[in-house]
């Protein structure tokens, strides 16, 4: 909410609402927002805290992690914090800082000079650290780069469906900060971890995507929690972060299991036949289901429907998407080629099916009963806000996040799991490491059964982190200054867009010789252990923006995986073209054929 609209003078004090009492839950962290600044406010043990919102560790949004036994757990990388004093847990630094609180007619209020106060001194500690590094001032003109053509820059140099790697090479070429240009706008390209990591914790304050990512949303009627911005993304994004909390996404595994068990249905008919298959395909399946049963309450079960399933619109969008946000200018506009015309159909046909979905809920809202447990998924409590006038949000707006929920969590999901099936191929003795931990694990049952033992399950953990450093689906982040910045003594003007490299900066980190090598071991032993806590791997984002539905991408993976491991042996199939990475917005294996023997 905002806090600035209401004020309380108190003495020289200017005491602002930032909550209500009757919004807050126990153990349970509120999101609250003065005057741009992120805070959580905290009911526990009858009593009401205020903290500053985002963790000080890599700035993940505080409201989104859990809250027990009076310690406040980050979501992103498990820091603890005292709800009593705000205190880091076994560290004497990077506490929280809590503010003081009152509560007058239900109604929680802070200091907002505090509070201003604060966000100086710790935004002033920040310019100092990174100036400490900083080299002489530059402009971007005056940073490295491939040689470019006039008015195109290197736009002809620049492949969509090989974007990252072309990037990539230039890394290789002119360092960790360059420049490029596309149709006569400046780009900088960033592989240095730190720097990446300082600007996604920036967002949305001092950076926002790409301007053209939230044009494309726009006019394809997708612009939800993924492309808005400002105020408007931080309304949407605490609904859609609490419908995917650890509470809703256990009482989910149940569902979970059962789509679980008709992949393995449809693999063993693969076995039996011996039948050489595209596994990315059947992923892709799979996490529609799983998407649609956890976002929307509807079985899509396309699974065991070999008919016109949504998976077959969804997977031409993301291609479309890719193709249009790097095109040179929107030729679209004036005329449509076979592809947009193909993008047009699909759309229709998600739009019509979202539509139905909102007005099926509607219908059951009406129905239930005021003591009835509320809400049941996403697309209920999209729906509930929009009638309570809690975070008001228009039909298309509703439809906006339906429509990006459902596209989002089928393809990136699949394709980290296809990648990760392509690691076990091709390395038979991690595949040999991961069954024999699993079947250790869950026995003799051909699924997991039991959400808590996957905790268990360390080196499929090992092996899942070792294929996203090495093959991210999200391999390039577009984002862009939301006026002219200063990053690491180089002058950014507003306008320039930002291409973070996020795997380049993992696989760059500390200039180990061995970082291009598959080795899960390097997740398991002392310092290495630590690793994906630091900047350079980051395949869900990283920041405040850090991807909501990181659980339960992590869940599917965990089910989907320990029924391979438990069931069949994977190899790729005889014959099978080479592999290929194309980037099509999130980056995908292509030509991976595979076959399964079935275990006994």
């Given amino acids: 909410m905002n806090a600035g609209l209401q004020a309380a003078q108190s003495g020289s004090r200017d005491m602002v609402v930032i909550a209500r ?18 805070l959580g406010v905290v009911l526990h043990a009858n009593g009401i805290c205020v903290f500053q919102g985002r963790c000080p560790h890599q700035g993940t949004l505080l409201s989104e992690g859990t809250l027990k036994d009076g310690l406040l757990t980050c979501r992103a990388h498990g820091w603890q914090f005292a709800c009593s004093s705000g205190y880091r847990q076994g560290q004497s630094t990077s506490d929280l800082k809590k503010f003081e609180a009152i509560v007058e007619e239900c109604e929680v209020k802070v200091d907002r000079n505090e509070v201003l106060e604060w966000n100086a001194q710790r935004s002033s500690q920040d310019k100092s650290v990174r100036q400490t590094r900083v080299s002489p001032t530059r402009t971007v003109e005056q940073l490295p780069g491939p ?14 469906g090989r974007l990252h790697l072309v990037l990539e090479q230039w890394c290789r070429e002119f360092g960790p900060m360059y420049t490029f240009r596309l149709m006569g706008r400046p780009f900088v390209a960033i592989a240095d971890p730190h720097l990446i990591s300082e600007v996604l914790r920036e967002r949305p304050g001092t950076y926002r995507r790409w301007d053209v990512i939230q044009t494309v949303a726009q006019e394809m ?16 994004r605490q609904l859609v972060a609490k419908a995917l909390d650890p509470v809703h996404l256990r009482a989910f595994f149940p569902s979970m299991r059962t789509m679980t068990w008709r992949l393995l249905k449809r693999w063993e008919i693969a076995a039996r036949d011996q039948r050489p298959f595209d596994i990315r395909q059947d992923l892709m399946r799979y996490t529609v289901d799983v998407t649609t049963n956890l976002a929307f309450g509807y079985d899509m079960d396309t699974l065991e429907s070999e008919g016109e399933v949504i998976q077959r619109h969804l997977e031409v969008m993301f291609p479309m998407i890719n193709r249009r946000i790097n095109a040179p200018f929107p030729y679209w506009h004036y005329f449509k080629l076979p592809a ?52 008001p949000l228009t039909d298309d707006e509703v439809l906006a996040n339906v429509f990006t929920i459902l596209l989002a969590g089928e393809d990136t999901t699949a394709n980290a799991l296809a990648w990760i099936a392509y690691f076990m191929c091709r390395h ?3 595949q040999k490491k991961m069954q024999e931990e699993v079947d250790s694990v869950i026995g003799q049952g051909p699924i997991l059964e039991d959400l808590d033992a996957a905790d268990a399950l360390v080196y499929l953990d090992a092996v899942t982190n070792e294929a996203m450093r090495l093959k991210s689906v999200s391999p390039v982040l577009a984002v862009e200054p939301n006026f002219d910045v200063q990053l690491d003594g180089v002058q950014i003007p507003k306008g320039t867009v930002l291409s973070l490299l996020t795997r380049e900066a993992g696989l760059q980190q500390g200039g180990d010789s061995a970082a291009h090598i598959f080795d899960p071991d390097r997740w398991l032993n002392g310092a290495s252990a630590a690793s994906h806590h630091q900047a350079g791997f980051m395949p869900f984002g990283s920041g405040p923006r850090l991807c909501p539905g990181r659980r339960l991408a992590l869940m599917e993976v965990k089910s989907a995986l320990a029924m391979l491991c438990r069931n069949f042996s994977i190899f790729q199939a005889d014959g099978a073209s080479d592999v290929d990475e194309v980037f099509a917005f999130s980056m995908l294996p292509g030509n991976l054929r595979v076959a399964l023997s079935r275990r006994y």
């Fill in 21 to 38: 009492t009757q919004d807050l839950e126990d153990d349970n962290v509120k999101a609250a927002n003065l005057d741009g600044i992120d």
């Fill in 147 to 160: 040689k470019g053509f006039p008015f195109l820059g290197n736009t002809l140099q620049y492949k969509p």
């Fill in 221 to 236: 009627s997708v612009d939800g929690v993924f492309s808005t911005e400002g105020d408007t993304w931080r309304r949407q």
């Fill in 340 to 391: 947009d015309r193909e993008l047009d159909r699909a759309l229709n046909a998600v739009r019509t099916l979202t539509k139905e979905l909102i007005t099926r809920s509607r219908v059951r809202l009406t129905q239930r009963s005021d003591a009835a447990p509320l809400p049941a998924n996403l697309l209920e409590a999209l729906l509930m806000a929009q009638q309570e006038g809690e975070a």
């Fill in 428 to 430: 038979p003795d991690v």
